[in-house]
Each structure stands twice: as structure tokens, then as C-alpha cells.
């Protein structure tokens, strides 16, 4: 059976490999026969997908801590394996692969498979609730011009994120009302400093996202007009909506579109789209190169991921 199991873990994650792959070289078509004036500087191409990887790391480290919250400990390699593996999943159609993936994985680093998922979920919480409030502060009105009213949408993720956090650090109201329907009522609060910490790596990733998107439109451009305000909030809001549109794989074809409305206003619709593309590109290409060392971690010791 556990060998079994392997096999399809092994499937599932070349599936995702293949799908990625495949993802790059067609988007990478598509950049090619764009009308663009393009300029290829490698300095700022390798600092943005660095700065990715780095935006990584300090997820994986928010993760980590967030589990410690709840009294689970696990070093730091092998969380990065966790996370980044299980984060995969995010090429498969619907969102709850990475969250099983956490389980599993968690599991098998030592971490209880509920602390591991509930500690994926709230952080998930969290990332809508930091990204909401970035594009908030950010990219308000041109959002705001291409999709009036959408400041509600943002206001209800910032508030929905809230109370579930409420939920998260104070679940005395809820353990109540699960005994009052006959369940077991019993959710421990994680250390307050852990959701502290996992609000604040949020926060900084979607804006380390969005500057690493600037740095990748001055490696491939002649010229661009992207601020960084305008690539943070272009590069959430996109991210966000693919995240919420639970049948994309990867948000694709979503991120997109949102990307281009936020940002034609300043790029042009013909450089916005190809942005959108080169974005999706680095983005692949930085979850493979995060994925590569512990897939190829496994092979050596002749276990399947």
C-alpha cells in the first residue's frame, strides 16, 4: 500500500512538472510573436527571480512558525521541503492539493497532519486578508477604474480574514457552539506572535512579488512605465482573483486578464499582455527551481517524491 501510494506521488508530482514545462514553452511562443520592443538585461531578470525565491523562504519560515504556534516543531529544511512540494499543487485544478499536501508531507516530517493543515489553512487566510489590504493601499483607484465598486470586495476580504483570525486567536465562542451541536469542541489558540509573524511575512511577500515584477519588466522592455506601487497592486489583485477562481489551475488565464486591465492604462495593452506572460514565465520558473533540489534530494536516496 505504501509503496502504491508512492507511485502516485510520483505520477502526480511528474504530472505537475510536465504541466509547468508545458506551461513555460507555450507562453514562451506567445512572447515571441508579440509586436514588443524588446531589450533583454539578465541583472535584473536573475534579481527578480531571486527575489522570489527569497519571498519563498520567508513564507517558509511563516509556515514553520505558525506550526510551532500550535507546539509542533520542524527545522528549517525540512519545512522549506513541505511547503514548496505541497505548493505544487497549486498546477492542479481546484486549491485543496496544497493543502493535502501539507498534510501528507507535514506528516512525514513529524508534524501532526492537523497542526500542518491548520496552520496551511489560516496562513491562507492570511494571505487573502494581507493581499486584499495591499491592493487596498496600493492600487485602490486604478482597480477602482476598471472595476467600480471593487473596493467592497476588498473590504469584505479584509474583514472576512479579520474574523476569521478573531476565530483563530479567541476560539472560546466557537468550542462553545461546537458543544452546544454535540461536537467535539475543543481548537486550541496557536501563539498569538505566530499569526503575528505569519500577517507580517504575508504582507511582505505580495510586496516582494510585486517589486520583483518590476525588476522583471526593466530586464525585458526597452522602456516601462510600471511603478513599483502599480506592479505590487497589478501583481496581487491578479494573483488573488486566479487564487479565488478555484477551477484555474495556477489562476491561469485569470491573473491574466485582471493583470492586463490594471495595467494597459500605463504599459499599453500589447506590453501589459506580454507582461502578464513573462510574469506567469518567472513565476513557473521559480517554482521549479524552488522544487529542484528536493526532488532531486529524493531521487538520489531512491524514493519517489
Known amino acids: 500500500m505504501v509503496n502504491r501510494w508512492r507511485w502516485v506521488r510520483g505520477l502526480l508530482g ?27 538585461s539578465m541583472l535584473p531578470i536573475v534579481g527578480s527571480l531571486a527575489l ?8 517558509v519560515e511563516s509556515w514553520r512558525r505558525m506550526v510551532a504556534g500550535w507546539g509542533a516543531r520542524i527545522a528549517w529544511w525540512p519545512a522549506a521541503r513541505v511547503w514548496v ?47 486584499a489590504l495591499v491592493v487596498a493601499l496600493t492600487g485602490s483607484a486604478a482597480l477602482e477604474a476598471v472595476t467600480p465598486g471593487a473596493w ?16 483563530v486567536l479567541w476560539p472560546r465562542p466557537l468550542n462553545w457552539l461546537l ?19 505569519g500577517v507580517l511575512a504575508n504582507a511582505a511577500a505580495w510586496v516582494g512579488y510585486g517589486i520583483a515584477l518590476s525588476w522583471l519588466a526593466r530586464g525585458v522592455f526597452a522602456e ?20 479565488l477562481f478555484l477551477l484555474a489551475p495556477s489562476g ?5 486578464s485582471v493583470f492586463v486591465l490594471l495595467t494597459q492604462g500605463a504599459l499599453g495593452p ?8 513573462v510574469s506567469r514565465i518567472g513565476m513557473t520558473i521559480a517554482d521549479l527551481l524552488a522544487a529542484a533540489p528536493f526532488v532531486l534530494a529524493r531521487r538520489k536516496t531512491g524514493v519517489t517524491t
Open 14 to 40: 511528474l504530472a505537475i512538472v510536465v504541466y509547468a514545462i508545458r506551461m513555460v514553452a507555450r507562453n514562451w511562443a506567445t512572447v515571441e510573436q508579440s509586436p514588443i520592443e524588446w531589450r533583454i
Open 52 to 59: 522570489v525565491l527569497v519571498t519563498y523562504a520567508i513564507l
Open 85 to 131: 512540494i505541497s505548493s505544487m499543487g497549486k498546477y492542479l485544478p481546484l486549491k485543496f492539493w496544497t493543502i493535502a499536501g501539507m498534510a501528507v508531507l507535514g506528516r512525514e516530517a513529524g508534524v501532526p497532519a492537523g497542526v500542518a493543515t491548520t496552520a496551511a489553512v489560516v496562513l491562507q487566510v492570511v494571505s487573502i486578508g494581507t493581499g
Open 152 to 167: 467592497l470586495g476588498l473590504a469584505a476580504l479584509i474583514g472576512l480574514a479579520t474574523a476569521c483570525l478573531v476565530v
Open 179 to 197: 458543544r452546544r451541536l454535540g461536537r467535539d469542541g475543543d481548537l486550541r489558540a496557536p501563539a498569538a506572535a505566530a499569526v503575528a509573524t
Open 224 to 243: 516601462v512605465a510600471l511603478t513599483v506601487p502599480a506592479a505590487i497592486a497589478a501583481f496581487t489583485a491578479s494573483y488573488l482573483a486566479g487564487f
Open 252 to 256: 491561469l488565464g485569470v491573473r491574466e
Open 270 to 277: 500589447a506590453q501589459a499582455a506580454a507582461l502578464a506572460v
